[in-house]
Antibody, heavy 125, light 107 residues
Framework: QVHLQESGPGLLKPSETLSLTCTVSSGSINNYYWHWIRQSPGKGLEWIGYVDYSGNTNYNPSLKSRVAISVDTSKNQFSLKLNSVTAADTAVYYC???????????????????WGKGTTLTVSS | DIQMTQSPTSLSASVGDRVTITCRAS??????LNWYQQTPGKAPKLLIYAAATLQTGVPSRFSGSGSGTDFALTISNLQPEDFATYYC?????????FGHGTKVDMK
């Protein structure tokens, strides 16, 4: 059973950089997409972006100028960096595995089938 | 971005009830629609993908339907562990977007 665990600081000051790591255990990081999602009371669930095992990324345009997601296959980990944080970035941050089902003739169904427990970030001076 | 609108925002039901939650996409998304369940303090859990395919291990009382822009999640014979918040999410394009959730609580 694949398990995901987020780690990172719980508290940052405005303008600092958030660095989170998600460790993938009991499974390979290969052949999947690895996502970050956040949840705040005001904005609900917000998709941040993903990285695949080759390092290809796709980001939410609303965050693209501040975000970077990377993968370290040797450690079975992937990471999120979000710079210049503000109070609006206060949220629970989840990492999740993106899986794919292919249905002929050419439908590619993507979904988030394994999630970490989430880590809370508070941005406050 | 594709906007996902769920209704109702909340509903009250009893054990044994049949419950239906709807989700509407702001544009055509074929059947690229997923449903998740979230209980307080926990991460979302995948229930259904491709609009109607039950994830492994999810009870058969959950079912999904719809295509295009209109979708539904139905829970037949509601169980105590089903009181939760449910989210739809489109996987038609990026950025992936979620509905704002439907909270199912006990009547």
């Amino acid at each position: 059973q694949v398990h995901l665990q987020e780690s990172g600081p719980g508290l940052l000051k405005p303008s600092e950089t958030l660095s989170l790591t998600c460790t993938v255990s009991s499974g390979s990081i290969n052949n999947y997409y690895w996502h970050w999602i956040r949840q705040s009371p005001g904005k609900g669930l917000e998709w941040i972006g993903y990285v695949d095992y080759s390092g290809n990324t796709n980001y939410n345009p609303s965050l693209k100028s501040r975000v970077a997601i990377s993968v370290d296959t040797s450690k079975n980990q992937f990471s999120l960096k979000l710079n210049s944080v503000t109070a609006a970035d206060t949220a629970v941050y989840y990492c999740a595995r993106g899986a794919l089902s292919v249905v002929p003739p050419s439908y590619y169904y993507y979904y988030l089938d394994v999630w970490g427990k989430g880590t809370t970030l508070t941005v406050s001076s | 971005d594709i906007q996902m609108t769920q209704s109702p925002t909340s509903l009250s039901a009893s054990v044994g009830d049949r419950v239906t939650i709807t989700c509407r996409a702001s544009q055509y998304i074929n059947t690229f629609l997923n449903w998740y369940q979230q209980t307080p303090g926990k991460a979302p859990k995948l229930l259904i993908y491709a609009a109607a395919t039950l994830q492994t291990g999810v009870p058969s009382r959950f079912s999904g339907s719809g295509s295009g822009t209109d979708f539904a999640l139905t829970i037949s014979n509601l169980q105590p562990e089903d009181f939760a918040t449910y989210y739809c999410q489109q996987s038609f394009t990026t950025p992936r977007t979620f509905g704002h959730g439907t909270k199912v609580d006990m009547k």
